[in-house]
């Protein structure tokens, strides 16, 4: 930021994940070093902010379009021999609520007929993610491919699952701290994402699937989910999405 006035530098922020959560209104809009903020979607709480206004690009989240997440499965193609007798589930859950509920995990490993997988959240500010500790043997991309069904809380991974059509048992119950002003989560809206209560009904759920040859694949997305979709991934053409990109970039150069 120190040298924009030397070198003539334009500083452009780009948000990586979504905002998923309702929250209280924040009291300023916060990138104040910043020429242009890209936005994922439009749920934010600086409306009034003459500086937000002026800063903010509303093109969506080119993660979450149809053609990057093809190129990310090109990409991440793993070969795996798929066992239709076994349930593979994938845990998207935060360390921290593993670890503070060990019995959940143990119950959850001694369900027969599942293959078990635990992805850590996939956020780019944990240094967590780069050590040993917390090894992923697989990305957030291959797991969702992988699985069967998915098992998480507040994650934007959940929006490749929903445009998947994977089965997901959403923790409802899992809740934030009040310091952060969190109001609710919007991926309760989807009629296609089972909200799920307590821990208890997520192993009695995989237990039935994976032991009784229940549907593991039946999982309905309506037009209020596709609605909910375009709402979250911040656009609903992808052609234009990218375009946008593409002619924002090409004039701040001639800037």
Not at 73 to 83: L, Q, R, S, T, V
Not at 126 to 132: A, G, S, V
Request: glycine share 2%; aromatic share 14%.
């Amino acid at each position: 930021y120190s040298l924009k006035a030397d070198y003539k530098l334009k500083i452009i922020e780009i948000e990586v994940g979504l905002r998923t959560l309702k929250t209280d209104p924040y009291s300023k809009f916060p990138q104040a070093y910043c020429d242009f903020y890209l936005a994922s979607n439009k749920f934010l709480s600086f409306k009034d902010d003459k500086e937000f206004i002026r800063k903010t690009k509303f093109f969506g989240s080119s993660r979450y379009s149809n053609l990057w997440i093809k190129k990310l499965d090109k990409i991440n193609n793993i070969f795996y021999k798929k066992n239709n007798k076994k349930l593979n589930v994938v845990l998207f859950l935060a360390p921290r609520t593993l670890e503070e509920n060990p019995k959940f995990l143990d119950k959850c490993l001694k369900i027969k007929n599942i293959n078990l997988q635990i992805g850590n959240k996939p956020k780019s500010v944990l240094p967590l993610k780069c050590c040993d500790f917390y090894y992923d043997k697989f990305n957030a991309n291959q797991l969702v491919n992988w699985s069967d069904i998915i098992i998480s809380h507040t994650s934007s991974i959940l929006i490749e699952a929903i445009m998947k059509k994977k089965k997901i048992f959403f923790c409802s119950f899992i809740k934030y701290s009040k310091k952060y002003g969190v109001l609710g989560n919007r991926f309760e809206v989807f009629n296609c994402v089972d909200k799920i209560q307590n821990f208890d009904q997520i192993i009695e759920n995989i237990d039935k699937i994976a032991n009784e040859n229940i549907n593991k694949k039946s999982v309905l997305f309506d037009k209020d989910d596709q609605s909910a979709l375009y709402q979250l991934r911040g656009f609903v053409n992808e052609v234009e999405m990218i375009n946008n990109y593409i002619n924002f970039y090409e004039n701040v150069i001639v800037e």
